[in-house]
């Protein structure tokens, strides 16, 4: 499975950005797809993922909100819209892909895409 991210640049606060991620390579049938972040001197954390069967999305707290997650199984591409972005929302954005969406265990990982957002 392969990853290709894009879609992160510079907006102000309170801005939006969409984020995308494009999978090629072989995957089961119920896989998960999820978007997770690292900032500077900061531990990678979790965004949001969604299930490519049943479209079942889950978010951080941080985010609920603000940011929606999608699929467009017709272009085999994962999307991240971010809305009413904060300076802290500012990380390297990473997609990644789980074999199966019930184990959410992400072993695929594209190569990131930086968001920033200035106040």
């Known amino acids: 499975v392969q990853l290709q991210a894009s879609g992160g640049g510079l907006v102000r606060t309170g801005g939006s950005l969409r984020l995308s991620c494009a999978i090629s390579g072989r995957t089961s049938s119920n896989y998960g797809m999820g978007w997770f972040r690292q900032a500077e001197g900061k531990e990678r954390e979790f965004v949001a993922d969604?299930?490519?069967?049943?479209?079942?999305?889950s978010y951080a707290d941080s985010v609920k909100g603000r940011f929606t997650i999608s699929r467009d199984s017709a272009k085999n591409t994962v999307h991240l819209q971010m809305n009413d972005l904060k300076p802290e929302d500012t990380a390297v954005y990473y997609c990644?892909?789980?074999?199966?969406?019930?184990?959410?265990?992400?072993?695929?990982w594209g190569q990131g895409t930086l968001v920033t957002v200035s106040s």
């Open positions: 990644a892909a789980a074999r199966l969406w019930s184990e959410r265990k992400y072993d695929y």
């Open positions: 969604i299930s490519w069967r049943s479209g079942s999305a």
